[in-house]
Each structure stands twice: as C-alpha cells, then as structure tokens.
C-alpha cells in the first residue's frame, strides 16, 4: 500500500529558531493533509491543514507547503518555543476517483520536535 | 463546552478479559474512528463509523469490536483475542460527509494488560 511517512525521526532546536518537519507521501490520489501535534501522554491537536489545490497555507507561526511534484510536505514553524516541544505528525485523507472522502486519516510515523531554551 | 471524552484514562486488565473502553462526543459530529498508538510509533486506524447503526474496519480491527448506537457514543472493546492490547487509544471524531474532515481527538485511554 502507499504510505505517509517522514524523512527525520527527530528535531532538535533552539528557542526563537525556525524548525521545518517533512513529510513525504506517495499516494497521487491524496487531495487533503492535515499536521497534527501530539504532546505525552494526550491526544493529537489540530495545527493546520491543506488541500491539494494550495501550494502554501499559513497560520499563526505555522506554514505548511506542499509540493506535489515530488509529493513531498513541511511543516514550518517560526520563533519557535519550548511549548511546541512535542511529536509532529502528518496525516493524508484519500479521495476516491469520484472525489469522494474515504472518511479515514493514515498517518506518518512522526518528528520528534526538542525545543532548547 | 464541546468536545471529546474518553474514560477512564488508565485501565488495567488481565490477560483474556474483554475491556470495553468508553468515548463520547457533543460536537454533532456524524463521524468518529478509533486509533491505536504503540510507543514511538504514528497512529493506526482500528475501526470508523460514518454515521449511527454503521462502521467499516480500519488497518487493524482483528480482536477489537465497536458499537454505533447513538451518534454521541463509539465504544471500542478490546477482546481476549487481540494478541497485543496493552497500547494507548484514541478516539476521535469529525464532520463527514463534505467539508474539511478535521478530526478531533479525545485524550485517550492507555490500556495496560498483564
């Protein structure tokens, strides 16, 4: 089957630094992905998320670009803090040919996002 | 105010008993899903319901069984035949059909089985 997945396990930066987590997916027919931020021992949080028709989207302090030639996802976060230490995760929701949602996520495996003070 | 609960949220068990683990939700959502999360690892879906009286098995449904009787409520039972329980479960629940399909988790319940 065709998965989400992650080039880098692990992320370690300082405070104030920007941090870029990516994601690679291999699956054409994805149309919509969503990064999602898990802290221990909670569930995930929403961050952001972005269809297939956008190239760029931004929030507050979060960016995330994707790149559909070499399907490929990241997720930037700017001055980043000791708060958003925690596991960045993809997720991608496949649409059928006829454009409808699968109604399911599958996620990547995770970044582990350090922040330093 | 709105959203997810799962309870409780550490369970203990013995080896071959079934646990059913609890979720509810008041955001109206028509959809809700059940994931598993092993340590270190990405979240994998067990099984969905889109709308009540219905769902479908996800990526890992063997030793696990759900319920949709009300549109509030997803229980998820964890059976004896599941070889590896002890794991972390999340529930989580979304606006289906159309639309974004954000999916909004509750704060799980880490199942340990001994």
């Known amino acids: 089957g065709e998965n989400v997945g992650l080039h880098l396990p692990t992320l370690s930066v300082q405070e104030g630094d920007n941090s870029i987590i990516n994601c690679a997916y291999s699956?054409?027919?994805?149309?919509?992905f969503i990064w999602y931020k898990q802290e221990s021992g909670k569930g995930p949080q929403f961050i952001i998320d972005i269809r297939s028709n956008m190239d760029k989207r931004q929030g507050q302090r979060v960016t995330v670009l994707l790149n559909k030639t070499v399907k490929h996802l990241s997720l930037q976060i700017a001055a980043t803090q000791p708060g958003d230490s925690a596991v960045y995760f993809c997720a991608e929701n496949m649409f059928n040919a006829g454009g409808t949602s699968y109604g399911k996520l599958t996620f990547g495996q995770g970044t582990i996002l350090t922040v330093h003070p | 105010d709105g959203g997810i609960t799962q309870s409780p949220k550490y369970l203990f068990r013995k080896e071959g008993q079934n646990v059913t683990l609890s979720c509810e939700q008041n955001?109206?959502?028509?959809?809700m899903y059940w994931y598993r999360q092993d340590p270190g690892q990405g979240l994998r879906l067990i099984y969905y319901s889109q709308i009540v009286n219905d769902f479908q098995k996800g990526d890992i449904a063997e030793g696990y069984s759900v319920s949709r009787e009300k549109k509030e409520s997803f229980p998820l039972t964890v059976t004896s035949a599941q070889k590896n329980p002890t794991a972390f479960y999340l529930c989580?629940?979304?606006?289906?059909?159309?639309?974004?399909?954000?999916?909004?988790f509750g704060p799980g319940t880490r199942l340990t089985v001994t």
């Open positions: 955001l109206n959502h028509d959809a």
């Open positions: 989580a629940s979304s606006i289906f059909p159309g639309g974004i399909y954000e999916q909004y």
């Open positions: 699956n054409s027919a994805s149309d919509y």
